[in-house]
């Protein structure tokens, strides 16, 4: 990525890691630190993810756990549950009023996160009508969100057989999200695990009696819920 990151992108990246959906696993393996994940996922060096949440810290932020690791403060968790809803109602109105196709919005959201003050959010998010959710199906609201996860799972945890439906797509890896669209994976497509292959690389799948092969990391950020 040319720009460097914002603020407000670490604490939505942290804020990603602080409520998992399942486990994020990283490619590089071991134990990773949050500062490791966090450029991991930003597509920036460790060390100037390190430098990022050192002046989170300084900010009062972010601070150290009991483990040394880096967690978000009630400050720090109340400012990156604002951003992420911001992001969503932004990126429901580039679709549905500027016609930015989804996999687009992601991209553009972040763009645009600092140029809307609270109250033109607000105003946006009535003329949407309070969408439920952002075209990659995470909820507006934070708190039906936290209280969702536990109802969903990546498509990596799913055993051979299972039947499930896509509720929401992991969306900061631009793409990987284009990836998704292009190949008819979007929430509310349902879907069956037919089989992983030997290493866990690949997980084929049927949707609609077509078969696809899922590599591990698309299926790591595919959140599905189990059918019933
Ligand atoms: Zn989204």
């Given at each position: 990525?040319a720009h460097?990151?914002s603020?407000d992108e670490?604490l939505?990246?942290i804020?990603f890691l602080a409520?998992?959906?399942?486990e994020y696993?990283?490619?590089g393996?071991?134990?990773p630190?949050?500062s490791?994940?966090?450029a991991?996922?930003?597509g920036v ?17 972010v601070?150290?756990?009991?483990h040394?690791e ?12 604002h951003?992420?809803?911001?992001h969503?109602?932004?990126?429901c109105w580039l679709t549905g009023?500027?016609g ?5 919005a992601?991209?553009h959201?972040?763009d645009?996160?600092?140029s809307?003050t ?5 105003r ?7 969408p439920e959710?952002c075209p ?5 609201e ?6 969702e996860?536990?109802?969903l799972?990546p498509?990596?945890?799913l055993a051979?057989?299972?039947r499930?439906s896509i509720v ?7 793409d990987?999200l284009?990836?998704f669209?292009?190949?008819g ?6 879907l ?8 866990r ?5 049927t949707?609609g009696?077509?078969?696809q092969?899922?590599g ?5 950020g595919?959140?599905?819920?189990r059918a019933?």
């Amino acid at each position: 990525m040319a720009h460097g990151h914002s603020t407000d992108e670490y604490l939505e990246t942290i804020y990603f890691l602080a409520f998992p959906i399942g486990e994020y696993k990283p490619t590089g393996g071991g134990n990773p630190t949050l500062s490791s994940r966090v450029a991991e996922m930003l597509g920036v060096s460790r060390a100037s993810a390190g430098e990022m949440l050192k002046r989170l810290e300084a900010d009062g932020l972010v601070e150290r756990g009991e483990h040394k690791e880096a967690i978000l403060t009630p400050s720090g968790r109340l400012r990156a549950e604002h951003v992420v809803r911001k992001h969503r109602i932004i990126e429901c109105w580039l679709t549905g009023f500027l016609g930015y196709t989804a996999g687009e919005a992601h991209i553009h959201a972040d763009d645009l996160g600092d140029s809307f003050t609270d109250d033109m959010i607000e105003r946006m998010n009535e003329k949407l009508g309070r969408p439920e959710r952002c075209p990659h199906g995470w909820p507006v609201e934070t708190e039906f969100e936290q209280a969702e996860n536990h109802e969903l799972a990546p498509l990596t945890e799913l055993a051979p057989g299972e039947r499930a439906s896509i509720v929401r797509l992991a969306e900061h890896d631009g793409d990987l999200l284009h990836w998704f669209y292009d190949n008819g994976l979007a929430p509310g497509v349902e879907l069956e695990l037919r089989a992983v292959s030997p290493g866990r690389r690949e997980f084929t799948v049927t949707r609609g009696g077509t078969e696809q092969v899922v590599g591990a990391k698309a299926a790591a950020g595919l959140y599905v819920r189990r059918a019933a």
